[in-house]
């Protein structure tokens, strides 16, 4: 089917939903939930809560990088597509960024759901193959010393990326620190900037 | 199999897409609305999430990306659902145009043949008794095999020669999870691969690392 006879893909889902939910196979209220859930409770913000208290504790740190998946739950964040989850640091020295080639996969219980660029062909072929030519398209530089770890997280290990703190920051509570990181960041297509 | 999902590598794609700090997680409604069907879907086919991604894998290439991300988790809910008889093929395509205003006689309800399926636990992870057969440090080859079913050991790692990093948890091997031929729980492998080994002399210098399976690896001498 050429793409100019292709039915619109909003009136397929409403047309599938429409047949499962008339004979009872699927609850809308359920599926308000699901969607609820990832729209309001679950993104990139516990992420951040997660590498702001890793700046400002030591031992939360330690045990972040030795056990991720654990570390999280303390904060209680746990759940689908976060079964196992390795926290990589970045540092001057080595530079992590996070892809799955496959799909998308992606550490949802810290990060939420994926963003566009990360589901992107051009991103999930490209970032395998000449990650210092993409970051650059990002904006990100990298010094010709910093060693570069691209993670392709095609099985059910998800990661997550502990960036630098910014200089200038010392003064900040953990919440103006949470504020400050990105979803970019915890992925490794960028740095965290200092307060402006 | 070697489908379009495989994308690891693939030129021509352009330039990446500029992040938006403030992206929502669904850009439209319909999205909203595909991403819980789908992940209802599974339950609803008596399926799981290897089956799932191995929907959207066998997608004809045009399904696969005219409608992006949420768009083939919708095109991979119906596959599973039309595999398992909960639907009969074409129903959504004749419910649609319905929709529309056409005149079309909907197909009749199937007779539901779901998999004779049943997890031994939540998740994909399991406890696996047997030693790992790869320790840190370990040369391993990723095997080149090219199975027609589902496989999570992209092409452009196979053959290839790198180094064990770690040994991550054990986990049911999506190959035979995804078509229901048992859990095969196995250990995973935490793999290092050198830049060049993969894309030759001119490339860029850097480490691409990745998990893979017990049997997609092979002990290098």
């Given at each position: 089917?050429?793409?100019?006879?292709?039915?619109?893909?909003?009136?397929?889902?409403?047309?599938?939903?429409?047949?499962?939910?008339?004979?009872?196979?699927?609850?809308?209220?359920?599926?308000?939930?699901?969607?609820?859930?990832?729209?309001?409770?679950?993104?990139?913000?516990?992420?951040?809560?997660?590498?702001?208290?890793?700046?400002?504790?030591?031992?939360?740190?330690?045990?972040?990088?030795?056990?991720?998946?654990?570390?999280?739950?303390?904060?209680?964040?746990?759940?689908?597509?976060?079964e196992?989850?390795?926290?990589?640091?970045?540092t001057?020295q080595?530079?992590n960024?996070?892809?799955?080639?496959?799909?998308?996969?992606y550490?949802?219980?810290?990060?939420?759901?994926?963003?566009?660029?990360?589901?992107?062909?051009?991103?999930?072929?490209?970032?395998?193959?000449?990650?210092?030519?993409?970051?650059?398209?990002?904006?990100?530089?990298?010094?010709?010393?910093?060693?570069?770890?691209?993670?392709?997280?095609?099985?059910?290990?998800?990661?997550?990326?502990?960036?630098?703190?910014?200089?200038?920051?010392?003064?900040?509570?953990?919440?103006?620190?949470?504020?400050?990181?990105?979803?970019?960041?915890?992925?490794?297509?960028?740095?965290?900037?200092?307060?402006? | 199999m070697?489908?379009?999902?495989?994308?690891?590598?693939?030129?021509?794609?352009?330039?990446?897409?500029?992040?938006?700090?403030?992206?929502?997680?669904?850009?439209?409604?319909?999205?909203?609305?595909?991403?819980?069907?789908?992940?209802?879907?599974?339950?609803?086919?008596?399926?799981?999430?290897?089956?799932f991604?191995?929907?959207?894998?066998?997608?004809?290439?045009?399904?696969?990306?005219?409608?992006g991300?949420?768009?083939?988790?919708?095109?991979?809910?119906?596959?599973?659902?039309?595999?398992?008889?909960?639907?009969?093929?074409g129903?959504?395509?004749?419910?649609?145009?319905?929709?529309?205003?056409?005149?079309?006689?909907?197909?009749?309800?199937?007779?539901?043949?779901?998999?004779?399926?049943?997890?031994?636990?939540?998740?994909?992870?399991?406890?696996?008794?047997?030693?790992?057969?790869?320790?840190?440090?370990?040369?391993?080859?990723a095997?080149?095999?090219?199975?027609?079913?589902?496989?999570?050991?992209?092409?452009?790692?196979?053959?290839?020669?790198?180094?064990?990093?770690?040994?991550?948890?054990?986990?049911?091997?999506?190959?035979?999870?995804?078509?229901?031929?048992?859990?095969?729980?196995?250990?995973?492998?935490?793999?290092?691969?050198?830049?060049?080994?993969?894309?030759?002399?001119?490339?860029?210098?850097?480490?691409?690392?990745?998990?893979?399976?017990?049997?997609?690896?092979?002990?290098?001498a």
């Open positions: 089917m050429s793409i100019s006879e292709r039915l619109p893909i909003s009136m397929r889902t409403e047309a599938l939903e429409s047949i499962l939910v008339e004979r009872s196979l699927v609850d809308p209220k359920v599926m308000d939930a699901y969607i609820k859930m990832y729209e309001s409770d679950v993104g990139p913000l516990n992420g951040a809560k997660v590498v702001a208290k890793a700046w400002v504790d030591p031992e939360f740190r330690e045990r972040l990088l030795a056990d991720g998946t654990a570390a999280v739950a303390e904060l209680g964040f746990k759940g689908p597509q976060t196992h989850l390795e926290v990589r640091e970045n001057g080595v530079h960024v996070v892809v799955c080639t496959l799909c998308s996969c550490p949802w219980a810290v990060l939420g759901l994926p963003p566009s660029w990360y589901k992107d062909p051009a991103y999930r072929s490209r970032i395998v193959r000449e990650p210092r030519a993409v970051l650059h398209e990002f904006g990100l530089e990298l010094g010709a010393d910093v060693e570069i770890r691209v993670a392709d997280s095609v099985s059910e290990c998800r990661y997550m990326i502990l960036p630098q703190r910014p200089a200038g920051t010392e003064d900040l509570s953990e919440e103006e620190l949470a504020a400050l990181v990105t979803r970019d960041a915890m992925v490794g297509i960028a740095t965290v900037a200092g307060p402006s | 070697d489908g379009i999902h495989d994308m690891g590598g693939m030129q021509d794609w352009g330039s990446v897409k500029p992040p938006d700090p403030d992206e929502r997680p669904f850009a439209e409604d319909w999205e909203k609305r595909a991403f819980a069907l789908a992940l209802l879907s599974m339950r609803v086919s008596g399926t799981n999430l290897d089956a991604r191995h929907s959207m894998n066998r997608l004809e290439p045009l399904d696969y990306l005219a409608d991300y949420y768009g083939r988790w919708l095109r991979g809910a119906e596959n599973l659902l039309t595999d398992s008889g909960i639907i009969a093929p129903a959504v395509d004749a419910r649609t145009r319905k929709q529309l205003g056409d005149d079309v006689v909907e197909p009749p309800e199937p007779e539901p043949h779901r998999p004779d399926y049943k997890p031994t636990a939540g998740g994909s992870l399991r406890p696996l008794d047997a030693e790992p057969r790869f320790s840190p440090g370990d040369a391993v080859r095997k080149d095999i090219h199975p027609s079913g589902h496989t999570r050991l992209p092409q452009y790692v196979r053959g290839r020669t790198g180094t064990v990093r770690r040994v991550q948890p054990a986990a049911v091997l999506p190959d035979t999870h995804a078509h229901f031929e048992g859990e095969n729980i196995q250990h995973v492998y935490s793999v290092d691969f050198a830049s060049r080994d993969l894309w030759g002399p001119e490339a860029e210098e850097f480490v691409l690392n990745i998990d893979l399976y017990d049997s997609y690896l092979e002990p290098v």
